[in-house]
């Protein structure tokens, strides 16, 4: 079966530093990604690993280890827009579907 | 166009009534996916397009459901009879087709059912 966990809801302060877990079950894996959702938007994407180890972009780093099935969102200098839900998913196959998990809400507080 | 197109934005239906959800991918997007998304829940797959061929309609719930995507460009996921269960959000999204990264979603049609 597929499985796809994530924390539900996380609060941090501006200016610190927060790490999103999401541990997956899945079939197959070619490819996990997250993505920022805020209310009533269109998801968009935030990083994309397929081979383990740390990537980073900006504010933003991602991390995969695919022997554990796990991977955390890591983000930096926290913005009080950076308050949104935070999307885990898995791609079981190339060119296939996202699988996602439930979300992680993120709350920035001042 | 530069994005992902969607319309509706908003849809309110009445119990029994069918529906027509539109979503115009992004020029030359080989792969098309529909999404259900509940509130306060991650995207559900529910069916993928190569050009116009459907290739996966494993998420569909019920044959009340149906998608096309008869010229590989626009699709419409339609919904016969609907039901207050169907209330959520649609999101589609395209892809090159190529297996990257490069996965673009539109902004959703809330479909409401009274």
């Known amino acids: 079966g597929q499985n796809i966990d994530q924390p539900t809801e996380m609060t941090a302060t501006e200016g610190a530093i927060v790490q999103i877990n999401c541990t997956y079950q899945t079939s197959g894996f070619n490819g996990l990604f997250w993505y920022q959702q805020h209310a009533g938007e269109a998801p968009t994407f935030l990083s994309y690993?397929?081979?383990?180890g740390l990537e980073e972009k900006g504010r933003f780093s991602s991390f995969l280890s695919r022997s554990k099935g796990y991977s955390y969102l890591l983000l930096k200098e926290l913005q009080m827009k950076d308050s949104a839900s935070y999307l885990c998913?898995?791609?079981?196959?190339?060119?296939?579907?996202?699988?996602f998990g439930k979300g992680t809400k993120l709350s920035v507080k001042p | 166009g530069a994005g992902v197109s969607q319309s509706p934005r908003y849809k309110v239906a009445k119990r029994g009534q069918d529906v027509a959800l539109r979503c115009d991918p992004i020029s030359g997007h080989v792969s098309l996916f529909w999404y259900q998304q509940a509130l306060g829940q991650g995207p559900e797959f529910l069916t993928y397009?190569?050009?116009?061929?459907?290739?996966?309609k494993s998420g569909l719930p019920s044959d009340r459901f149906f998608a096309e995507r008869p010229e590989g460009s626009v699709s419409t996921l339609k919904i016969q009879r609907t039901q207050q269960e169907d209330s959520a959000v649609y999101l589609c999204?395209?892809?090159?087709?190529?297996?990257?990264?490069?996965?673009?979603f539109g902004s959703g049609t809330r479909l409401t059912v009274v």
């Open positions: 998913a898995v791609r079981e196959r190339s060119q296939g579907n996202l699988i």
């Open positions: 397009f190569q050009n116009e061929a459907q290739l996966d």
């Open positions: 690993n397929v081979l383990d």
């Open positions: 999204a395209s892809s090159p087709g190529t297996g990257g990264a490069g996965y673009t």
